[in-house]
């Protein structure tokens, strides 16, 4: 697609449900990033994908937090037994590859709020 | 390991003046160096990077960015602050060698006074 597109952009959730996060990258882009924007507060990296392998997954906050990349395409975020902590905006972005000085292009986000 | 510091939360300024925005980074390697910019109710956008060559390079909207090895600083700079300049500001830093992944800095909240 033309840019990367986030669904949904918003949420509301009651604590302990799971919610999905998905993410559609630039068409061609194999690089995929995920990152976390708390309220007034900056980018929190969460996971790389490279294809459909994550190299780094070094800044999920918990085992309830897992994502999946298929087709070297859609990416979608998994947040398990949801806590009202887990509130933020979650921004996915994607380049042409993870090497390099590649660009990254955002989402608009995907704002979850948890009850 | 990579780290990207952003010391001001807040810069104020008025129209009109320069504007610096301060960057920090520390990577094992030689650095990819970033700019993103977040206007209210939009998402990221790229304003600039460092790569090599000159030291002060040159990206959108005006802005321009100085990359000092000594000091391990990548400073965001404009001229002529406009109010639409108003906006949250990211530095981030990539390791030329090793990890692929991108770190960003804790931003900070330029406000432009009329």
């Known amino acids: 697609g033309a840019g990367v597109s986030q669904s949904p952009s918003n949420k509301v959730t009651e604590k302990g449900k799971d919610v999905e996060l998905r993410c559609d990258p630039i068409?061609?882009?194999?690089?995929l990033y995920w990152y976390r924007q708390r309220l007034g507060q900056g980018l929190e990296f969460l996971i790389y994908f490279q294809g459909n392998s994550a190299p780094d997954k070094s800044g999920l906050p918990s085992d309830r937090f897992s994502a999946e990349r298929t087709g070297e395409s859609v990416s979608t975020l998994t947040i398990q037994r949801t806590q009202q902590e887990d509130s933020a905006v979650y921004l996915c972005a994607s380049s042409p590859n993870a090497a390099g000085a590649n660009v990254l292009t955002f989402g608009a986000g995907s704002r979850l709020t948890v009850l | 390991a990579q780290s990207v510091a952003q010391p001001e939360d807040q810069v104020n300024v008025a129209e009109g003046n320069p504007l610096t925005v301060k960057c920090t980074y520390s990577v094992s390697g030689n650095p990819y160096l970033f700019w993103y910019v977040q206007y209210p109710n939009r998402g990221l956008q790229f304003l600039l990077k460092y790569i090599t060559g000159d030291n002060l390079v040159k990206g959108s909207y005006g802005f321009e960015a100085e990359f000092n090895k000594s000091q391990t600083s990548f400073h965001l700079k404009k001229p002529s602050a406009l109010v639409s300049d108003s906006a949250l500001y990211f530095c981030a830093v990539r390791d030329q060698t090793g990890a692929n992944n991108l770190f960003f800095g804790t931003g900070t909240r330029l406000t432009v006074i009329p």
């Open positions: 068409s061609g882009h194999t690089a």
